[in-house]
């Protein structure tokens, strides 16, 4: 009989390290700005290689781990994250260290599927595994925590490499606990990897995700940029007709037609959209806007990592009584409702009477959605397929994400870049204009040198922040009417398919996939 609280800790710690890497490098951008000279482009990648390759991957990995074991994939991700982290620690350049997140997300992706799985393995009765799901939703939130604080501290006294070096003992400490006390499940019984589909989404996925980050150097409406789009929405057709075509799929794309599963997904998809692009955005905005330091930036996050944590548990036990769509509505309601408040932030505005309130309202929305969908993606399939909802559901967070900072550090990027060469053309040189255009670091420098400047710099950034926190906020409020509608209420009975129950709860009645896990 497997200790549960200790498969559970070490699953939660697993989830901890991997949002710990995304949070702990966003406090670090405004330093890596400087001192690698990386421009906004440079820092999108830094985060987004690592969340691209993340999400790119998850899928394969999920069914990887499923077949040939769990724990095994759990150590050796565990280990690789571990070395590459510390790799990442002894670069000098910004084009090593976007190289070296890469292969961070690459591990991740091998951690990620296996922490879902195994609690759906571990935690049978349903809830008694909401309750699991809640603690481990609640790790999102307590990385979102540590990350900026730890970063913070070490920030403070240390170089950024050190952000990095910090990953390294947290990894092996799981990894230890992985091998001590996580119990072996596998499934051998799951196909081989639909190799075409796996080429066909990753390279949809990593066009889609390059065109959105490079389209400000481009120009949104510029042939570059419209063929990109055209290419990856072709790519993504085509991985919907090889899915639907092979024996063996990567996941069957029918269980999209279950209104309860999409919604869920798509429920997941924007709530990480929404978390990643506010973390890229208020970290520069802290340091940049309001010349706090890296710890005072980090304490500042403490409001809504909390909030997300303590609304996860509460989700998590909502969901159950009252449904997922009572739950999940009201908190994507909040998320858009929080974002469009963040979108009309001043440069002095005031923070314990107006952003303290915004990130509690944010995290509470987040932590609404996130579990309660969660285990609404777990529930749709049956138990059989429970690798398939871990997998789903940890590529849904990560397409979110993904997507959140391409997106909304692009929107920012080419609005902040717009209005600031509007204003400064002709006061600097065009080569000084054309480098603050592309990097704030750059910019703030270039500022504290021309009288009248930081004023300039600031607005331009805050009309970036407003556009990028505006298109977060509709899509959040978007995704809410949608939850409202498709998301099952307390009468869905997972066991009644496509009966009575599943079409009270918005079902299309779609019968068991046979998706691999």
Not at 247 to 254: A, E, G, L, N
């Amino acid at each position: 009989m497997p200790r549960k609280p200790l498969v559970l800790l070490t699953v939660c710690l697993a989830t901890l390290t991997i949002n710990l890497s995304t949070t702990i490098v966003n406090i670090a951008l405004p330093t890596l700005a400087e001192e690698l000279d990386a421009g906004t482009r440079s820092l999108l990648w830094i985060v987004d290689g690592y969340n691209l390759s993340f999400a790119a991957l998850v899928l394969a990995m999920g069914s990887l781990s499923d077949r040939y074991g769990r724990r095994p994939a759990l150590i050796l991700g565990l280990a690789g994250f571990a070395l590459a982290s510390a790799a990442s620690a002894l670069v000098d350049s910004s084009g090593a260290l976007i190289a070296l997140r890469f292969a961070m997300g690459v591990c991740a992706a091998v951690i990620f599927p296996t922490t879902l799985s195994i609690i759906a393995a571990t935690f049978t009765e349903r809830r008694e595994r909401a309750s699991a799901l809640g603690l481990w939703g609640a790790a999102t939130g307590v990385g979102v925590a540590l990350g900026p604080v730890g970063g913070g501290l070490l920030l403070e006294d240390f170089s950024w490499h050190s952000v990095f070096w910090a990953l390294v003992p947290i990894s092996l400490l799981t990894m230890g606990l992985a091998i001590r006390f996580v119990p072996e499940s596998r499934d051998p019984s799951v196909p081989p990897i639909d190799r075409i589909g796996f080429v066909v989404s990753v390279a949809a996925l990593g066009l889609l995700t390059y065109t959105i980050i490079e389209a400000p150097e481009h120009g949104w409406s510029s042939l570059e940029t419209l063929l990109g789009f055209a290419v990856a929405a072709g790519l993504v057709l085509a991985f919907v007709l090889v899915e639907r075509a092979v024996t063996h799929p990567m996941i069957d794309v029918r269980l999209f037609l279950d209104r309860r599963f999409s919604a869920a997904c798509a429920a997941v998809t924007i709530a990480f959209f929404a978390l990643f692009g506010f973390i890229f955005l208020i970290t520069q905005f802290f340091q940049f806007v309001r010349d706090y330091t890296p710890l005072e930036t980090g304490v500042r996050f403490l409001p809504v990592a909390l909030s997300i944590a303590v609304a996860s548990v509460v989700g998590s036990q909502l969901a159950p009584r009252i449904g997922t769509r009572l739950v999940v509505t009201p908190g994507l309601v909040a998320l858009g409702a929080a974002f469009l408040w963040i979108s009309q932030i001043t440069a002095d505005v005031d923070y314990a009477s107006v952003v303290v309130p915004q990130m509690v309202l944010l995290g509470v929305g987040l932590g609404l959605v996130s579990t309660p969908a969660t285990e609404s993606i777990m529930r749709v399939l049956p138990p059989a397929r429970a690798g398939v909802g871990s997998a789903v559901n940890d590529a849904t967070r990560e397409l979110g994400g993904t997507l959140g900072v391409a997106v909304v550090g692009s929107l920012f990027a080419s609005q902040y870049a717009d209005q600031l060469l509007s204003v400064i053309r002709g006061r600097v040189d065009d080569a000084i204009a054309e480098e603050a255009a592309d990097s704030v670091g750059f910019a703030e420098v270039v500022a504290s040198r021309v009288p009248g400047l930081e004023a300039v710099v600031d607005a331009a950034f805050l009309d970036g922040l407003a556009l990028g926190c505006t298109v977060v906020g509709v899509l959040c409020l978007a995704g809410a009417a949608m939850a409202a509608v498709w998301l099952p209420g307390n009468d869905y009975d997972p066991q009644g398919g496509g009966g009575a129950a599943g079409e009270q709860a918005g079902g299309w009645g779609v019968p068991e996939a046979t998706t691999r896990s």
